[in-house]
């Protein structure tokens, strides 16, 4: 046995598939605000052995927060829509083994969700009141975007700098 430790070093990245690339980046830069780093279609034989299907092609897009440091990357969401082989919509619900969703730092929740509300947004909660675990005092609100992905709306507890 050896004492090999593999070590992480920071994270790259988020990514979600969605249906229509076209749709999702229009909503992630309209609605939420993201910015769009790059956008690229992938065919080559690379992409095609690291997503394990031999004729994929996918319509990539990156995002990121206007101003935030996206950390060891340019981007810190990717979208990905598989134009071959087409996927499915799967059963987001939370429960579900391998359910997973974004959350997004706010200053002001209440004005957040009263924009998002304005947009058409679908809110699974209100905002609200954090009041146990590591971010008590803070508040917090679930929402989906088009293709029924959770996302989440965090306002930090008072003087906390870190979520």
Do not use: C
Request: overall charge negative; cysteine-free.
């Amino acid at each position: 046995m050896t004492n090999d430790v593999v070590r992480i070093i920071g994270v790259l990245h988020f990514s979600f598939t969605v249906r229509d690339l076209d749709r999702s980046i229009a909503w992630y830069t309209d609605v939420l605000g993201l910015e769009v780093v790059a956008r690229q279609r992938s065919e080559s034989a690379y992409i095609r052995t690291l997503v394990g299907y031999p004729d994929a092609i996918l319509e990539v897009g990156q995002l990121r927060v206007p101003g935030a440091s996206s950390g060891h990357s340019t981007h810190m969401l990717e979208l990905i829509q598989y134009v071959e082989p087409a996927g499915t919509q799967p059963d987001l619900e939370m429960t579900n083994v391998g359910a997973a969703h974004l959350g997004f730092l706010v200053d002001d929740i209440d004005a957040e969700y009263e924009r998002l509300l304005s947009h058409g947004v679908e809110f699974v909660n209100p905002p609200v009141a954090i009041t146990s675990g590591v971010n008590a005092g803070g508040a917090a609100a679930y929402f989906h975007d088009p293709d029924g992905i959770t996302l989440e709306l965090l306002k930090r507890p008072h003087g906390r700098t870190s979520a």
